[in-house]
Nanobody, 119 residues
Framework: QVQLVESGGGLVQAGDSLRLSCAAS????????MGWFRQTPGKAREFVAS????????YYDDSVKGRFIISRDNTKNTVYLQMNSLRPEDTAVYYCAAGVLTTTGAEYWGQGTQVTVSS
């Protein structure tokens, strides 16, 4: 059974940084994509960033480009999201995603971790 467990969320002030982690178990994702989405109440889940093994490239939504960095440690089957210069509009539940992944959805999901940025 695949499990994605996020950690690292919390309450910070605008301009601060946070690092989210997502540990995968039950399957190795070293040859798949892993990434992050986020969701606010009443809105659809939106793509934030992803890493593609097949292309070796990272992808970011324009709203986080230049501020967020996605990275992965295949030895630990873990993906990270370093979030810098956080803004109140970054407040959301952040979900780890893995497997077959596009900007509109993913094969596997974590349970989510809350990130709140105060102004």
């Amino acid at each position: 059974q695949v499990q994605l467990v996020e950690s690292g969320g919390g309450l910070v002030q605008a301009g601060d940084s946070l690092r989210l982690s997502c540990a995968a178990s039950g399957r190795t994702f070293s040859r798949s994509a892993m990434g992050w989405f986020r969701q606010t109440p009443g809105k659809a889940r939106e793509f934030v960033a992803s890493f593609s093994w097949s292309t070796g490239r990272t992808y970011y939504d324009d709203s986080v480009k230049g501020r967020f960095i996605i990275s992965r440690d295949n030895t630990k089957n873990t993906v990270y999201l370093q979030m810098n210069s956080l803004r109140p509009e970054d407040t959301a539940v952040y979900y780890c995603a893995a497997g077959v992944l596009t900007t509109t959805g993913a094969e596997y999901w974590g349970q989510g971790t809350q990130v709140t940025v105060s102004s």
